[in-house]
């Protein structure tokens, strides 16, 4: 007799958390989280480790039959690997509907707790731009990488230290990305232009985008010869260390916002809304081509 079929084992909710540290390390404060999640891995060990269904009969239906005996304990070895079958089918749904309800248990805790994960990641974003702009006093002007190592001393160890927060604050940006790309995919899309390919220009990077770049919701179109492209003017430099100095020293409020706090913001500008005039734009510097960004749940850039 055979065994019943059972369902595969299904992925844990959210998987970007275990790579990602900064996210993991939320996670596991969520009050349940921990205890489930290790209910879930214990379920997909036990499973492994369970011995095989059925123990082998030694002798078939064929050879009984070409002996013209049925030895005294065939029946009883029957009992015992149908008895086993059922035991082991058993400890299977068993462990396998034990496994599902905890890995529920971890995706429910997860869902309900969406806006307290971005606060919590809000926060330690905070840390980091307390951190950078300390190693910015340190660097007192110097806003090139060469510069610093050539100045060396405090100067060099300030620069490693802002690239350091530099790292940390694309492990944020990341777990950001994987909490919103999983419960509010549509607020991605509506926080930045559709025009512009860079991240930086969204409302779930700067609080004040408005203030930094007045214009960066509207496009700007440039005849090249071969059609109009698309250029922007934002004002910060390429994504690395020197745009964690830029924010620190041009006033940027780089936060992590909550859904609520995202529609405060939305709410506010609709209200006072106001636009620069396009004679006013400066610091023009090329963009890739019009398609909008992918947020990629693990921190990449995906053009």
Known sequence: MSAPLLPQFVAPPLPAQHRNRELR??????????????????????RAQLEPARPHLADTDEQIIAAGVIPDDYAARVRDTATATIAHDAAVAALHDLHKRATEKCAALITGAVDDILAALHTRLQRVVADATKAVGTLDGVTDVEIAVRIGGDTAKAWAALANGWDTHQRLRAAQNAVMASYDRDAINSARPAWSADPIASDLYLSNLDQVWPTWRTPISV??????????????????????????????QLWIPTRPRLQRLWADRATGRSETPAAERDHRRPIQPTTPPRFDPFGARVR
């Open 25 to 46: 390390a939320v996670v596991e404060t969520l009050p349940g989280y921990l205890e489930a999640e290790a209910v879930a891995q214990q379920a997909n060990r036990q």
């Open 223 to 252: 005849d090249t010869g071969f059609g109009a492209a698309e250029g922007d003017t934002a004002p910060w430099p390429e994504p690395g260390p020197a745009l964690l100095l830029w924010a620190i020293t041009h006033g940027a």
